[in-house]
């Protein structure tokens, strides 16, 4: 009893540190991360020294099995590096609202005339007119003097509609002879062909918000200030969300990178530019030559070819504008492989971490592309030790007794996981982020390993979106890999349990147990992502405002550019089935009556709960299509997940497991 009092100790140490200090402590305040990362990274180098002098070193030499006790310890060391780089990253923090309100006051109170010149760059391949129109009619909408803002189509798909689109909204669409370098050559024709003092960047999805120029123009009141980034919010489901059926409770995948990575990142001056939802300095960019070619993610290069010249990245952590996320699984991949290739890239370029002049050592270590290099490598070994050890008895360490690993191990991974849940509680669940993680591995450690080998052997590949990209697939290669693997687990597990069978003895059998159970959990899991759901691209938005239908008062709940759902007490009749809508700020709409619903206990700011729900449908054009794309897209609404119900997901993932989905 003591023994095993002795060894829950230190977890319950950890446990109680948690609960006395990080609990009770606000994590946006640098103090209290750098205590708590401090106290985690001591955990982790305790658990790391553990390993190496009393389960590596003592360890025969016996052929194959000595190899493989190494192989995985040095895996584990490179997850070690990272985790000690990630506790330094987000040891600090930094909220940049406070000061983008103090150099706002500043900056616009000169005269309008005074203002620098804007250039919107809206770089575009093959998206089709439904996304392109939410990009264009809203970046014509900043809240801007006009006659300081140009708005840039630069279009390498070189289309006649789009350009004859451009001249009906008062855009300039700009082409060029060929698509040399992809998105970078294209933005770098844009250079040659205009003028402005600063350069906004959207991708052809995103639409921004019309005060985003107001909140980051001011930070470039600083001349080392090259380029200012914001997050990338999306109004659609990713198909991780989808396929999970957590539409509503669980968040995008890049919300923790964007929310809770990047700010600290900015923090430690080490912040990136991501391309799209920007804004550079032309001066900036002139004095690195342009916008580099030589990556396929000419964003990251960007950042670290300014860094060369003495410029520096901002980041501000505001919603300043919405996009797509990628709509399916067939862009999940493109995209992710896209960014993992192109931070593999800049170890082999001049300007990179390696080799790139004017970099301190910190930032040189932090601009490594650690997360690629080893998360997928580090995934795939936890799912093969098990396995390994159950077929062919093959130990991955020097096992010292069940204590011992409890003692050491255990206050580890607790460390760690209460670390995320306080520092990102609205971001990230054990389970889930490893189930999401895992499904990723299998596609991206060959990417990993090709780009390492050739790191310019894949040229640029456009992340599909928009209308022609409904094509729902289920994702077999990886099924086949995940299925694979819970078959070989099971198996092992099945095998070792009937004594006539068994392959292994001793102790380090109910850990492998434990660890093969933990790991058919997060596979099934990762498994659902496999398949994909029908979703509809362009969601509506929910809302609660007045409206009246045929004059009768009700309330709009969900709107979107082609539909409205509006909310009405029962008594409500119609004549006819074609209604006019009217909307504060819109000419009567006409509308189509395709459906009538009812559900109870909704409650609407006028105390009834008893509605007809309204499905209109319309067609809008023109100028009040415009004005409806920048009532939805530019600021007023939003898709985010604010917290985790972490009942809704785990009800929700059961649900799905059995092939049915509730979202909430």
């Known amino acids: 009893m003591v023994q095993h009092f002795l060894a829950l100790a230190p977890t319950l140490a950890v446990i109680a540190f948690?609960?006395?200090?990080?609990?009770?402590?606000?994590?946006?305040?640098?103090?209290?991360?750098?205590?708590?990362?401090?106290?985690?990274?001591?955990?982790?180098?305790?658990?790391?020294?553990?390993?190496?002098?009393?389960?590596?070193?003592?360890?025969?030499?016996?052929?194959?099995?000595f190899y493989w006790v190494w192989f995985v310890f040095m895996v584990e060391m490179l997850a070690f590096v990272e985790v000690v780089l990630f506790l330094i990253l987000m040891s600090r923090y930094v909220d940049r609202s406070a000061e983008a309100d103090r150099l706002g006051r500043t900056f616009f109170q000169r005269e309008k005339s005074e203002l620098p010149t804007v250039?919107?760059?809206?770089?575009?391949?093959?998206?089709?007119?439904?996304?392109?129109?939410?990009?264009?009619?809203?970046?014509?909408?900043?809240?801007?003097?006009?006659e300081k803002l140009t708005v840039y189509v630069l279009d390498d798909g070189r289309r006649e509609w789009l350009k004859a689109f451009c001249e009906s909204r008062g855009a300039i669409h700009l082409t060029r002879s060929d698509n040399s370098h992809a998105k970078a050559g294209?933005?770098?024709?844009?250079?040659?062909?205009?003028?402005?003092?600063?350069?906004?960047?959207?991708?052809?999805?995103f639409v921004p918000y019309r005060n985003f120029l107001r909140r980051t123009l001011p930070f470039f009141s600083d001349e080392t200030i090259g380029i200012v980034q914001t997050p990338q919010h999306f109004f659609n489901v990713d198909p991780v969300q989808s396929n999970l059926g957590l539409e509503n409770i669980w968040p995008d995948e890049q919300r923790l990178f964007f929310d809770e990575i990047a700010p600290s990142r900015d923090g430690w001056d080490v912040s990136f530019c991501c391309g799209s939802c920007s804004i550079a300095r032309r001066k900036a960019v002139e004095a690195i030559g342009g916008f580099p070619t030589e990556s396929i993610t000419e964003d990251l290069l960007t950042t670290l070819s300014m860094l060369n010249k003495g410029y520096k990245t901002r980041y501000l952590n505001e919603r300043l504008s919405m996009g797509l996320a990628a709509e399916n699984l067939t862009g999940y991949f493109v995209q992710r492989e896209r960014w993992?290739?192109?931070?593999?890239?800049?170890?082999?370029?001049?300007?990179?971490?390696?080799?790139?002049?004017?970099?301190?050592?910190?930032?040189?270590?932090?601009?490594?592309?650690?997360?690629?290099?080893?998360?997928?490598?580090?995934?795939?070994?936890?799912?093969?030790?098990?396995?390994?050890?159950?077929?062919?008895?093959?130990?991955?360490?020097?096992?010292?007794?069940?204590?011992?690993?409890?003692?050491?191990?255990?206050?580890?991974?607790?460390?760690?996981?209460?670390?995320?849940?306080?520092?990102?509680?609205?971001?990230?669940?054990?389970?889930?982020?490893?189930?999401?993680?895992?499904?990723?591995?299998?596609?991206?450690?060959?990417?990993?390993?090709?780009?390492?080998?050739?790191?310019?052997?894949?040229?640029?590949k456009v992340t599909p979106k928009g209308s022609g990209n409904e094509v729902s697939v289920f994702d077999a290669y990886t099924f086949t890999w995940i299925a694979g693997f819970i078959l070989v687990t099971a198996i092992g597990?099945?095998?070792?349990?009937?004594?006539?069978?068994?392959?292994?003895?001793?102790?380090?059998?109910?850990?492998?147990?434990?660890?093969?159970?933990i790991n058919i959990v997060v596979l099934v899991i990762a498994s659902l992502i496999c398949f994909e759901k029908p979703r509809r691209l362009f969601q509506a938005f929910k809302?609660?405002?007045?409206?009246?239908?045929?004059?009768?008062?009700?309330?709009?709940?969900?709107?979107?550019?082609?539909?409205?759902?509006?909310?009405?007490?029962?008594e409500t009749r119609f004549l006819s089935t074609r209604v006019r809508l009217m909307i504060d700020g819109f000419e009567p709409i006409e509308a189509d009556l395709r459906q009538v619903t009812q559900r109870r206990g909704d409650v609407t700011r006028t105390g009834d709960k008893r509605r007809y729900y309204l499905h209109l449908h319309y067609e809008l054009q023109g100028a009040e299509r415009d004005k409806m794309i920048v009532k939805l897209y530019t600021g007023r609404y939003s898709r985010d997940v604010p917290d985790i119900d972490k009942v809704a997901v785990s009800v929700n993932l059961l649900l799905r497991a059995f092939g049915r989905t509730r979202t909430a």
Not at 26 to 42: E, M
Not at 186 to 205: E, H, P, Q, T
Request: some cysteine.
């Open 18 to 65: 948690f609960l006395v200090g990080p609990s009770n402590w606000s994590r946006h305040r640098s103090s209290a991360r750098s205590i708590t990362c401090i106290f985690v990274g001591f955990v982790a180098l305790r658990y790391i020294v553990w390993r190496f002098t009393e389960t590596v070193l003592p360890y025969p030499y016996d052929g194959a099995n």
């Open 119 to 146: 250039d919107i760059f809206i770089p575009t391949y093959n998206e089709p007119l439904d996304v392109l129109e939410r990009t264009i009619v809203g970046a014509l909408a900043l809240d801007y003097p006009k």
């Open 186 to 205: 294209n933005m770098n024709n844009g250079l040659g062909a205009s003028s402005g003092d600063f350069i906004a960047i959207f991708d052809a999805d």
């Open 340 to 460: 993992c290739q192109g931070g593999i890239q800049t170890l082999y370029l001049y300007n990179g971490p390696l080799r790139g002049p004017g970099l301190t050592l910190f930032q040189r270590i932090m601009f490594l592309p650690m997360s690629w290099l080893v998360q997928y490598l580090v995934r795939f070994v936890v799912l093969l030790v098990p396995i390994v050890y159950l077929w062919f008895g093959a130990l991955p360490l020097h096992f010292t007794g069940v204590a011992d690993y409890v003692s050491h191990q255990v206050p580890l991974l607790a460390a760690y996981f209460l670390l995320m849940l306080w520092i990102t509680p609205t971001r990230y669940l054990p389970v889930v982020s490893s189930a999401v993680g895992t499904f990723a591995a299998f596609r991206m450690l060959p990417t990993v390993i090709s780009s390492l080998i050739r790191p310019f052997g894949k040229p640029f």
């Open 493 to 517: 597990l099945v095998i070792n349990i009937v004594p006539e069978t068994a392959r292994i003895q001793g102790a380090f059998s109910v850990v492998a147990g434990l660890w093969a159970g």
């Open 543 to 570: 809302l609660d405002e007045p409206a009246s239908v045929d004059g009768s008062k009700g309330r709009i709940v969900s709107l979107s550019l082609e539909k409205a759902v509006v909310a009405v007490p029962v």
